[in-house]
């Protein structure tokens, strides 16, 4: 049973770490493009939002492999 919760944890985990390599892979490309201040910081600032979230979808999935180890 809680070998499944560390799966779920390790597959949250994943797509958390695959968010965060978007985003940074959006602002690289923003900034090799050569934008002015304001469109680059318009860039990351509509990036902000995504990389906080896949950073937090990757701390659950951790949170939730850890709680199956230890409950298994």
């Known amino acids: 049973m809680f070998e499944i919760l560390v799966w779920v944890g390790a597959a949250l985990s994943v797509g958390g ?4 390599v ?8 923003a900034r ?3 934008l ?5 910081r318009a860039v990351v600032q509509s990036v902000l939002p995504l990389n906080l979230g896949a950073l937090l979808l990757s701390v659950i ?5 850890m709680v199956g ?3 298994s």
Do not use: N, P, S, Y
């Not at 770490?17 to 965060?20: I, N, P, V």
């Not at 978007?22 to 490309?29: A, G, M, N, P, S």
């Open 17 to 20: 770490l695959l968010g965060l």
């Open 22 to 29: 978007w985003c940074i892979l959006r602002v690289t490309k």
């Open 32 to 34: 090799r493009q050569k």
């Open 36 to 40: 002015d201040d304001e469109a680059l």
């Open 61 to 65: 999935g951790l949170m939730l492999v």
């Open 69 to 71: 180890i230890f409950l």
